[in-house]
């Protein structure tokens, strides 16, 4: 039951998980309210970018990507940052097996 802000938090913490795109494993987490919104705003052709950019993280949760790199985005694969969009929506559904 939850009975405080931090019981809410903690409930509420986005699931990260490390998943193998093109042969490479990254690790990646859902996608934050404020992270949906901002997708919702911009224009679909930066939507992979986006989901990399907001959801590519290092193994301790940090963002992988600075702005400056996330710029370079449009110049990769579109294989694998296709690959890593598609991971981190399907971790963003609800339909990935929640491990408590």
């Known amino acids: 039951?939850?009975?405080?802000?931090a019981d809410l938090f903690k409930a509420a913490a986005l699931r990260t998980k490390v998943v193998k795109v093109c042969g490479h494993e990254i690790t990646i987490r859902e996608l934050s309210v404020g992270a949906?919104?901002?997708?919702?705003e911009a224009d679909k052709k930066q939507t992979p970018s986006i989901l990399v950019q907001e959801c590519a993280v290092t193994p301790d949760g940090n963002p992988l990507l600075t702005d400056e790199e996330t710029a370079k985005l449009a110049n990769l694969s579109p294989e694998f940052i296709d690959g890593i969009a598609g991971e981190?929506?399907?971790?963003s559904s609800g339909k990935e097996e929640k491990k408590d």
């Open 36 to 40: 949906r919104l901002r997708l919702a």
């Open 1 to 5: 039951m939850i009975t405080s802000a």
């Open 88 to 91: 981190v929506l399907k971790l």
